[in-house]
Every structure is written in structure tokens, then in C-alpha cells.
């Protein structure tokens, strides 16, 4: 059983800073890509940022300049440290990757956390 645990979240004010973090544990091969969605009351869940294993990003124009994605691949972690937050920031925000869980030749599965609650106050 794979599970990707994030912690991080909470409330903080506008122009504030938070970091997130998500963890995957349990039995697995290796982790290609890896990335932090979110999604707001009423709104659609959206990408946020991604990483490769290699360490090749993609943003969200919404994140670009405030927010970078980093991991650890030898503690299959991924990181978001967000700056300059606002308010239209608030949402709950997933971890998500991409795992190989027995070995080459094996199929990829995608995995989710359970998400954790970002709330920038104004």
C-alpha cells in the first residue's frame, strides 16, 4: 500500500508564506513525476506546479514567481513553498505523483494525498 501523507497547510495572511510537504510511503520502485494541485469552493481541481524526477518544472501562471516546487527523490518527497500569498490562494492543495510500485516493466499508477487546507486571509 503506497500513500502520500501532506502536512503544512493552514492559515496565514495575505503576503504571508507557507511550505508544504508531501511524503509517499509503503512498498514502491521509484517515483517519476511528481506535482501539488489544488481546488477552491466551486471551482474545478487545477494544476499547480509539477516536477520530473529529474527536476524539470512546470507552473501555473497563477504560481509562477511565488511559488517553487522542489523534491527529495532519496526521501520520495515533494515540496511547495509558497510566498507572497492571496487570498484567491486559498484552497484545499493535493500531492500527487506518478509511482512504479514493483520495479521496471511495471505499470505506473498515479496516487493522491488526502489534501491539506490552505487559507490566505486578507
Known amino acids: 500500500q503506497v500513500q502520500l501523507v501532506e502536512s503544512g497547510g493552514g492559515l496565514v495572511q495575505a503576503g504571508g508564506s507557507l511550505r508544504l510537504s508531501c511524503a509517499a510511503s509503503?512498498?514502491?520502485?521509484?517515483?517519476?513525476?511528481m506535482g501539488w494541485y489544488r481546488q477552491a469552493p466551486g471551482k474545478q481541481r487545477e494544476l499547480v506546479a509539477a516536477i520530473t524526477r529529474g527536476g524539470s518544472t512546470n507552473y501555473a501562471d497563477s504560481a509562477k514567481g511565488r511559488f517553487t516546487i522542489s523534491r527529495d527523490n532519496a526521501k520520495n518527497t515533494v515540496y511547495l513553498q509558497m510566498n507572497s500569498l492571496k487570498p484567491e490562494d486559498t484552497a484545499v492543495y493535493y500531492c500527487?505523483?506518478?509511482?512504479?510500485?514493483?520495479?521496471?516493466?511495471?505499470?505506473?499508477?498515479?496516487?493522491w494525498g488526502q489534501g491539506t487546507q490552505v487559507t490566505v486571509s486578507s
Open positions: 509503503g512498498s514502491l520502485f521509484s517515483i517519476n513525476a
Open positions: 500527487n505523483a506518478d509511482i512504479v510500485r514493483y520495479g521496471l516493466g511495471y505499470p505506473l499508477d498515479e496516487y
